[in-house]
């Protein structure tokens, strides 16, 4: 493959992950149970944004305080004087109770891009620390860290913006810099935590998470190029088809009829009522850029 070749320098991790992912098990959990996780079998009515904004302002509310209040309780976070919260749960919960349905807001970037921006921050501090002139290019490390860790969420398709800032924190800042290693439980703790009051707070009325690993369908005998339902529960598009448009699947888990979606060359429609996530809407594009 010659290096000028666009594909030569695409590197897709899920075409090796996906393949190792399970299903999501809604088939065998109770639906309450699979609700609250974020499967539907119906769609959900539209609710104003004011109802939207509403429910961002309690989950906001509750999520920060409860990371909080659990944080505090922890000893071994508390003998190494650590804050009561990392900044960067601030943005991330914005993400995770207001841009609900954004991709960067999902479990697999929230949690996992927490986590690989924690462990290199820390490290990347470590590794500064070891100067006799620390202090004088702690700076440096900083926006190295947050670069290191962007790029790492990238290629591990884990970007959680607020994560960045976690990186950067974990060499610029004094509390930080007291904890540690302590510093990757104490974050992976805090995504969980807010992870969990999202389950609860936003599948009242709305839906949460799209997907938990990823909006491609990850049945054992799916391909490439193939979406038919997301591991979230929540149908966007079907089969690719001959006559370049997409269709409605079969709904084997009981969800429901979609109209089809309609591909051709240099265009894309898509029903009004059908949303559609930034990574899913650059798929069909490229899509019809190949026709």
Request: negative net charge; aromatic residues 8%; hydrophobic residues 45%.
């Amino acid at each position: 493959m010659r290096l000028s070749d666009p594909e030569a320098w695409h590197f897709d991790i899920d075409r090796w992950l996906n393949p190792l992912i399970p299903r999501p098990p809604w088939r065998i959990l109770p639906y309450p149970i699979s609700y609250f996780l974020g499967h539907r079998k119906q769609p959900l009515k539209p609710i104003g944004n004011l109802i939207m904004v509403a429910w961002a302002f309690l989950g906001i509310f509750i999520g920060l305080i409860v990371v909080e209040i659990v944080t505090k309780q922890v000893p071994i976070f508390q003998d190494h004087h650590a804050p009561i919260i990392i900044a960067s749960f601030g943005a991330g919960s914005v993400l995770h109770f207001y841009s609900i349905e954004s991709p960067l807001a999902q479990p697999r970037n929230a949690v996992v891009g927490q986590l690989i921006a924690s462990i290199v921050g820390v490290g990347i501090c470590k590794l500064f620390a070891l100067s006799p002139h620390f202090e004088s290019i702690r700076w440096i490390g900083g926006a190295l860290s947050c670069a290191i860790a962007t790029a790492l969420m990238a290629l591990t398709k884990t970007v959680h913006p607020p994560a960045g800032a976690t990186a950067l924190l974990a060499v610029v800042s004094n509390d930080s810099l007291q904890l540690g290693w302590l510093l990757v439980p104490m974050v992976l703790l805090g995504a969980v935590l807010m992870l969990i009051v999202a389950l609860l707070i936003n599948n009242i009325q709305r839906q949460f998470p799209y997907y938990w690993w990823s909006p491609e369908d990850l049945s054992p005998d799916s391909k490439r190029g193939k979406i038919t339902e997301d591991d979230g529960g929540h149908v966007h598009e079907a089969d690719l088809e001959k006559n370049s448009s997409i269709s409605s699947p079969s709904h084997s888990e009981g969800s429901f009829d979609q109209p089809q979606i309609i591909i051709r060359r240099g265009t894309v429609h898509v029903p009004s009522h059908i949303y559609l996530t930034p990574e899913e809407r650059l798929l069909l594009e490229e899509l019809s850029d190949r026709l």
